[in-house]
């Protein structure tokens, strides 16, 4: 084992995933000067160089800014024998590829009987928390999990980070990564060997048997927390990290409710139509007669994301808000403490 | 251009398949037999074959709505294609596509798009994997006036400079989109458009004329072949049908003394003509010929009645390339 960071862990995937295969390309804004730190040689840098000298310009390749260009060819490369890594920085940029995504990558395997197989990654980042207002904080992997064809991971330490993101590469099918910027500087153990993580295989991050947490992304370190304090409380809480969303592990979250009987989703994605909107679906339709409490999720409001410090912090799910939804299921907090849980924000 | 008669003769026999074909699918539409939506190449076999043959076998394409001639020209064959217009089992695409989204990866065709520009990019991924590949093959992308004010289409020219991909950007302009003639809505001349990109750009002005097609794009074609880089070839053509099959409007959008000259200037009687003159075939031959492709379309058309339906459970297959889990 060595410690590694979360965005070390997927430096150190995509130098695996290129040395492992001379079709895996990384194509970007600004990945030959190695500006966000995953297309380098870590802590060999001055011995290697960065990815660019370490692979060479023709599999390593800036980009201007087109989106929709970058992320069409990447579709029609992995659609004639490449395996393309696109980074494509802040996750709000994907909707300027909107139609390749959802008219191309997620429909011409299927549309055309199956002529084509189309594996690609689509990399992207959430800056959320991070003060960088509207056009830089979202969130938007519910949006693309109504696209059936692709498939959509958010790997929450770097573990995971590293594991899903080489099973990713591996994939035939397109995939598209979120990671929580709020997660990038966060230090885990990762195996020196290579390893990958199937998808559709949930991580339990905790064991626990009174509540059923199911957190996502940067959610999971808050859950741990809101855990942690819940735990001196006397109350035990399961804390279930999906990893991936498309395929997502109904069998473990419905097999976890079963036995707590109570469920709370953190996510941090805006409320409606949501992750935790559909996995709330999913168990109230496949485990309705194990709960115990209302199913309760713990998300951003349906508002944008403001600038101002003291407006953004009080929106993501943090650990307060998750023991809040706790305590409520569990009957510690009577339900009509905490309104702000349940009922959407106010739309004004 | 040096090109053998048989070469000449195969020309004819690709404009009269996409004839044939759209002229009976065209019959099917108004018949109930073809459901959904089907608009022709019937006008434009010249523009759309002539490019066709300045690919090679192993070379890539991509299309349009418009969007049987762009297989038939490179060589798939009729039953399968057929078949998807109907939706039987046994479809090019397995009846998933339809008309729209015909796609024959055998021959290199990559796809057909219903969303206007968006295979522009695909094509140009295509040329992409090529060169990091090295294997040589050139990717062209077949796209309409009404495309050519698409953003994509910039952003795919500009990067295909960059990294100077063997890609050419084929505009077919048949002069509409849809009802709007291209000119209200296109600034300047679409093929002067290369200019600003730094690659060649011509105007082949008798789209008509599949020599000439097949001459500006095989220059594009042997260009980036020889690793010098994309190019901007723009075909002016007609459709003699209307956009889709089918579609009536309350107003006729186009002068009726246009019409008529370009459907004089057929692009199937000017080559037969032109082969005839110059020696290529005689009267007899071309009527064989084009007896021969008659017969191939009615085996399609025996094809298709006689495939099944798919199975229902095919609408669940392929959306991933192994299941992922139950489909709700």
Redesign the interface.
């Known amino acids: 084992m060595t410690v590694m960071s979360y965005l070390g862990a997927i430096g150190a995937a995509q130098r695996e995933a290129m040395e492992a295969d001379e079709?895996v390309?990384i194509i970007g804004e600004d990945v030959e000067a190695n500006v966000y730190g995953t297309t380098g040689a870590g802590k060999s840098r001055k011995d290697k160089g960065d990815f660019l000298e370490m692979f060479g310009a023709?599999?390593i390749?800036n980009?201007?800014i087109?989106e929709?260009?970058?992320?069409?060819?990447?579709?029609?490369?992995?659609?004639?024998?490449?395996r393309p890594i696109v980074d494509l920085s802040y996750s709000s940029f994907l909707y300027m590829a909107m139609?390749?995504f959802v008219?191309?990558a997620a429909k011409?395997?299927?549309?055309?009987?199956?002529?084509?197989?189309i594996p690609v990654v689509f990399r992207s980042a959430m800056f959320y928390g991070l003060n960088t207002g509207a056009h830089h904080s979202d969130r938007p992997y519910p949006m693309f999990m109504n696209v059936?064809?692709l498939?959509i991971i958010v790997p929450s330490n770097p573990y995971d980070a590293k594991g899903l993101l080489r099973t990713a590469v591996d994939?035939?099918?397109p995939v598209l990564t979120f990671e929580a910027c709020l997660l990038w500087g966060s230090k885990g153990e990762v195996p020196e060997e290579e390893y990958k993580i199937p998808?559709?295989q949930a991580n339990v991050a905790r064991t626990g048997d009174d509540v059923t947490v199911v957190a996502i992304s940067s959610a999971v370190p808050e859950a741990l927390a809101a855990a942690e304090t819940l735990a001196g409380e006397g109350v035990s809480v399961e804390v279930i990290d999906p990893r991936t969303l498309?395929?997502?592990d109904?069998e473990a979250v419905i097999r976890s409710v079963q036995r707590t009987g109570r469920l709370v989703i953190a996510d941090p994605a805006h409320r409606t139509c949501s992750a935790a909107a559909e996995i709330s679906a999913i168990v109230a339709e496949e485990a309705f007669e194990s709960l115990r409490a209302p199913i309760m999720r713990v998300t951003t409001p349906d508002t944008q994301i403001p600038f101002s410090p003291a407006l953004e912090k009080q929106l993501y799910p943090n650990r307060t808000k998750i023991e809040d939804a706790v305590r409520r299921v569990t009957g510690l907090m009577a339900n009509t403490l905490n309104t702000e849980l349940t009922s959407p924000a106010p739309r004004m | 251009m040096d090109l053998s008669s048989q070469n000449l003769l195969e020309m004819q026999r690709r404009m009269l398949r996409i004839r044939r074909f759209d002229e009976r699918a065209s019959k099917m539409v108004k018949r109930g037999q073809i459901p959904g939506t089907v608009h022709t190449s019937i006008g434009q076999e010249a523009q759309v074959v002539g490019a066709c043959m300045a690919l090679g076998d192993g070379d890539?394409m991509?299309g349009n709505h418009r969007s049987h001639g762009h297989p038939i020209g490179k060589g798939s064959p009729l039953g399968p294609l057929m078949a998807e217009l109907v939706g039987k089992a046994t479809?090019?695409?397995?009846?998933?596509?339809g008309s729209l989204?015909l796609?024959?990866?055998a021959v290199g065709s990559?796809?057909e798009?219903?969303?206007v520009g968006?295979?522009?990019?695909?094509?140009?991924?295509?040329?992409?994997?090529?060169?990091?590949?090295g294997?040589g093959?050139v990717?062209l992308a077949f796209f309409g006036d009404g495309a050519a004010n698409q953003?994509?289409l910039y952003?795919?020219m500009?990067?295909s400079g960059?990294?100077n991909l063997p890609v050419v950007f084929l505009c077919e302009n048949n002069q509409y989109a849809l009802s709007t003639p291209a000119h209200t809505v296109t600034s300047g001349v679409i093929a002067d458009r290369a200019a600003g990109f730094g690659m060649p750009g011509v105007r082949v002005e008798d789209g008509q004329d599949v020599l000439a097609v097949f001459e500006a794009v095989t220059t594009a074609v042997e260009r980036a072949r020889r690793g010098e880089g994309p190019s901007l070839v723009e075909v002016v053509t007609y459709r003699f049908n209307e956009h889709s099959e089918g579609l009536r409007l309350g107003t006729d959008y186009r002068d009726a003394e246009e019409k008529a000259a370009w459907v004089e200037r057929d692009p199937i009687v000017l080559f037969r003509r032109h082969l005839e003159r110059e020696g290529i075939a005689t009267a007899e031959e071309l009527d064989a010929l084009e007896a021969e492709v008659l017969a191939e379309v009615d085996e399609a058309v025996r094809f298709t009645d006689e495939s099944p339906y798919p199975d229902p459970s095919v609408a669940f297959?392929?959306?991933?390339?192994?299941p992922?889990?139950a489909?709700a």
């Not at chain 1, 260009?69 to 659609?79: E, K, L, R, T």
């Open positions: 079709r390309v023709n599999r390749r980009t201007p087109s929709e260009v970058i992320v069409g060819a990447a579709i029609g490369a992995a659609m004639t024998g490449l139609d390749q008219n191309q011409n395997r299927y549309m055309f009987g199956g002529q084509a197989s059936p064809g498939k994939s035939d099918d998808f559709g498309v395929p997502f109904t | 890539y991509s479809g090019v695409c397995q009846g998933k596509g989204h796609a024959d990866f990559l796809g798009s219903g969303i968006s295979s522009i990019p695909i094509a140009t991924g295509a040329a992409l994997s090529s060169k990091v590949l294997n093959k990717s953003g994509c952003e795919a500009n990067i960059v990294w297959k392929d959306l991933y390339t192994e992922i889990g489909i």
